[in-house]
C-alpha cells in the first residue's frame, strides 16, 4: 500500500503554507542522545543515568535496535527491561524519544518472513547480519512493524517523561523485490491512469521499451545498459511515497492507542536523498535531522548552517537536530577528532537556526558492534575524561541559554528574505545517468549556493515549491531540472508580482517526466528568462573560462541568445566569446536573472552577493562574517537571541543592550567574543547590535 501519488503535471505542490499546528516547543533544550541500554549491565545503567545527571542531560533516544529485545520471538514481546530502565530515567527527572524499531528486523523475522527482506537492484536478496533490512512494501513487515507500534503506544504512549515518537530510523531502503514491484504497479496506476498516459511518459518508443500491460513494468533493475530516466525517477518518487505511507500506519496506530505524543522520524543528510521531505513533513509534528560533518575545514561550519536551515525549512519552524557527531568528522577511511570546542559551537550553530536540542549518536560508546567506534558522549575512558567534561560544559551552557528555547508567538523563527529553491525532483533528475554533465550533482550545487549567503552573512529559507513566497525579495533556483507547467507558473507569477528570481543552468529543461522541452533550452522557462540556449557546452575536467565581469566559471557553459532580456556578462572565451553568460528579464514588478555559467565558488559568492544587494539585502551584523563571526538572530519569546559564534582567528567585541546569557555579562558593555568562543545575547525584539572592533 503506497501514499497517493502526486500527478504528473504536478510533483508534490504545495497546498499549505509551512508551520506546524503547534512549534514544537520543550520546557528546555533537549540535550543528550542515543541510549541503547540493552547492550549494558544494570550496573552500567544506574552509572550511565548518574553521568547524566551530572552533565545535564534532560532526554535519551531509546528502542531505536531493540526489536530484538523488545520482541525476541514472533508475537512475544518483553518489557519488563524497557520498564525498568524508564524508571531509572523516571527518577533522575530525564525524558525519552521513544523509536519504533522497525529499521532492524531481528533473525528470527528474516527466517519467518524471506519475502520481506529487500532485493537489491541486481536481484540479491538480503538476509539480517547488519540493519535496514527489510521491504518496505512486504505485507508481513508492515503488519509486524504495526503490530510493535501498537504495543509500544499501548504500554508507554501516556508516559509523562515521553517527548516524542521517533518512528522508525533514517527510513531509506530501497527494495525492488516483488512486492515492491506490485505496489510501484499500483502507484503508477494511480498516477498515470492508462497504460497510454505512462507510455507516452516514459518515452516508451525508444528502444522498444511499450508496455502492453502492467504486468510487465517492473522496478528498475539491473539491466543491460541504461535505465529509462523516466522509470528511474518515478521509482524514486514511489519509494518515498511508500515509506512514508509505512511511516503513516505507525502514526495511526499509535494515535488510535491514545498517545498525543508528538511524531517524528529523523531525516538524514548529507547523502541520504531516499525522502522528499516537504510531504514527509507534512505528516510529522516536528522535522528531526540526523547531522554528519563531512569536512574538517571551515565548511564544517557552513554545513551546520545548511543542515539547520533546511531542516527549520522543512519543519516550519523549531526542528530537533536527533543526532550528531561528539567528536569525530567522517573523511573517507578514517574519522578526525573534532576539538572539543567546535563541539559545543556547532551544537550552539544548530540552535542557532531553530534546533530545539542538541542530541548525539550516541551516549555511551559501545564495546563491540559495527559501530564500536563511533565517538559517543561518554567515551571509552568513561566519565573521567576530556571528553566527557566537554559534555559537562555544554550541558551548562544549554542550561544557561534556556530561555531562548521558546519561538515567537508570530513570525518565523529565523527572518530571511532570500528564498532557496528545493525539491528532490532536482536531486532525483541529477542522477538519472548520461545527462550531458553527469559530474552536476544537485546537493553540491545547492550548497554551494547556501555556502554564498553564508560567507556573507545573509539569512536563507529554502523553499517548497508553489509555497507562497511573497515574503522572499529574492528568490534562487538552483538545477531545478523538472518543472512542471504549474511550477513554471508559480515562478512566472513570483518574478512579476516584484520577486528577484535568480535561476541557473539545468533548471527547466524538462517536464516532470524528464522529456526535455524542445525549441531551445530551459524550454520550459525560456518565456520568462527571455534567453534561448541552442547548445550546452559542458567545459573539460580542470577547463576555466571567464566571464567579462571577471567571474571564473568551471564545468559547465551554455551558447545563450538573449531574445527578450538584458545581457549582465558575457563569455570571454573560445567560440562563446562575446555571447550572453548571465542575463536579467525585467518581469511585471519584478525580474528574472538567468545564469548559464557553472560559477566557480568565490565568484558564485560574488554573483550572489551583489544580487541580494540589488534587492537591498544585507548581511545579519555588517562586518562580521568577513572576520568568521557568524550572528544569527533567533527571534523568541518577547526577546530575540543573537547567537555569534566565531570561526575567525581574532577576538571580536559586540554591543547591543541586552544581557550575554552564557556570562551574564551586560551586552550594552560590548560582549568579547574570542576565537573559537560562543555568545548569546538577549535583546529586546529588532534591537540594533554592533560590532565594536577587537
Ligand atoms: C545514523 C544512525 C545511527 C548511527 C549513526 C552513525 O545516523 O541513525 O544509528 O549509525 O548514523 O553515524
Known sequence: MSAAPSAPDAPAEDTSAPGRAQPFTPPAFLFGGDWSPEQWDRETWREDVALMQRAKVNTVSLGIFSWACLEPAEGVYETGWLDEVLELLTAAGIGFFLATPTASPPPWFTLAHPEAMPVREDGVR?????????????????EASRRMARMLAERYGEHPGLRGWHLHNEYGTLDHGPAAADSFRLWLQRRYGSLEALNTAWSTAFWSQRYGDWEEITPPRATQYLHNPAQLIDFRRYSSDEMLAALVEQREEIRAAGSTAPMTTNFMLPTWNHLEQWSWADQLDVVSLDHYLDTT???????????????????????????????????????VLKSPERMIRHSLGYIARGSQSSL?????????????????????????????????????????????VAPP??????????????????WWALETPHLPHDG?????????????????????????????AARYRMLVVP?????????????????????????????????????????????????????????????????????DDGSVVAEWTELVEATDAQVLASYTHGELRGRP??????????????????????????????????????????????????VVRRRGDGADHVFLLHHGA???????????????QDGADGVRIDPGGVAVLAVEPGAPLALVGR
Do not use: K
Open 440 to 468: 552536476i550533482r544537485y546537493a553540491e550545487e545547492l550548497r554551494a549556493t547556501h555556502r554564498s549567503f553564508w560567507r556573507a552573512g545573509i539569512p536563507v529559507d529554502f523553499v517548497r515549491p508553489g509555497a507562497d
Open 479 to 547: 538545477c531545478q531540472y523538472p518543472l512542471s507547467d504549474a511550477q513554471v507558473r508559480w515562478l512566472t507569477e513570483y518574478a512579476e508580482a516584484g520577486g528577484h528570481l535568480v535561476i541557473t543552468y539545468l533548471t527547466g529543461i524538462s517536464d516532470p517526466s524528464l522529456q526535455v522541452a524542445g525549441g531551445g533550452y530551459p524550454g520550459r522557462l525560456r518565456q520568462l528568462l527571455g534567453v534561448r540556449v541552442e547548445e550546452l557546452h559542458p567545459l573539460l575536467a580542470g577547463e576555466e573560462v571567464t566571464l
Open 650 to 664: 581574532e577576538a571580536l567585541t559586540v554591543r547591543g543592550s541586552g544581557t550575554e546569557l552564557i556570562s551574564g
Open 126 to 142: 538480503l538476509t539480517h547480519g547488519s540493519r535496514d533490512t527489510y521491504a518496505i512494501s512486504a505485507p508481513a513487515y508492515r
Open 297 to 335: 575545514g571551515p565548511d564544517a561550519e557552513a554545513h551546520v548552517a545548511y543542515g539547520s536551515d533546511l531542516a527549520r525549512s522543512w519543519s516550519g519552524g523549531p526542528w530537533v537536530l536527533m543526532e550528531q557527531n561528539a567528536w569525530g568528522i567522517a573523511l573517507g577511511d578514517r574519522s
Open 581 to 630: 553568460a548571465i542575463t536579467l528579464a525585467e518581469r511585471g514588478a519584478g525580474r528574472a536573472v538567468y545564469l548559464s555559467a557553472r560559477l566557480r565558488q568565490d565568484s558564485r559568492d560574488a554573483f550572489l552577493l551583489a544580487q541580494a544587494r540589488r534587492c537591498g539585502i544585507g548581511p545579519t551584523l555588517p562586518g562580521a562574517a568577513e572576520q568568521g563571526l557568524e
Open 409 to 426: 508567538a508570530e513570525g518565523p523563527l529565523v527572518e530571511a528574505e532570500v528564498g532557496i529553491l528545493w525539491h528532490a525532483d532536482g
Open 360 to 404: 548525539f549518536f550516541q551516549w555511551r560508546a559501545s564495546r563491540g558492534g559495527a559501530e564500536q567506534w563511533h565517538s559517543a558522549l561518554v567515551p571509552h575512558a568513561g566519565g573521567s575524561s576530556r571528553r566527557f567534561a566537554a559534555i559537562c560544559e555544554l550541558g551548562d551552557v544549554l542550561e544557561r541559554i534556556a530561555p531562548a
